[in-house]
Structures are given as structure tokens and as C-alpha cells.
């Protein structure tokens, strides 16, 4: 439906929507769906957002392995960010 009324860029999961209430594994059906269903037709965003660091990695690193075009990604909600961890 979207590509089909010319939108040029699909996000899931989204930070406000289903995103806090998908698995992990529940998110990356989801992802391969939207990819799938873009037919390189509309970039697709994968939202990688989480309450920690290390599974916002390795979220990125399944959407890139996936064909995801880009990434978008909140601070982790459930980790404390020390200095030492700024680049």
C-alpha cells in the first residue's frame, strides 16, 4: 500500500509504536517483511532502539546483514552513559 501511493522510505519497528512490545525475534520477522515488501521500491529504515547498548549493536548488525538501508536508533532507556563511553 505505501509504495503503491509513492511513499519513498518505510521505519519499523518505530520508537513510538510497536517497537517496546516485539521480541527481538518478533522484530527481525518483521524487518525481513518490510524489506521484502519494499522490492527496493523505498529505502527501509530499521529502527534499532533498546534498553541497552550492546543489543542496539547487535539489532544493527542484523538489519545491515538483512539489507536494511539505514539505521535509527534512541539513547538505550535502561543504561547509564558514563563519559568513558563518548567517542
Do not use: K, W
Request: charge should be negative; proline fraction near 6%.
Amino acid at each position: 500500500f505505501c509504495t503503491a501511493c509513492g511513499v519513498h522510505g518505510l521505519v519499523t519497528p518505530a520508537n513510538a509504536s510497536e517497537q517496546p512490545y516485539l521480541s527481538d525475534a518478533e522484530r527481525l520477522v518483521v524487518l525481513r517483511t518490510v524489506i521484502a515488501e519494499a522490492r527496493g521500491e523505498a529505502v527501509v529504515v530499521a529502527g534499532v532502539t533498546a534498553s541497552t547498548r550492546l543489543i542496539a549493536a547487535e539489532l544493527a548488525r542484523l538489519a545491515a546483514a538483512e539489507g536494511a538501508d539505514m539505521l535509527m536508533a534512541m539513547p538505550p532507556n535502561a543504561e547509564c552513559i558514563h563519559p568513558g563511553m563518548l567517542r
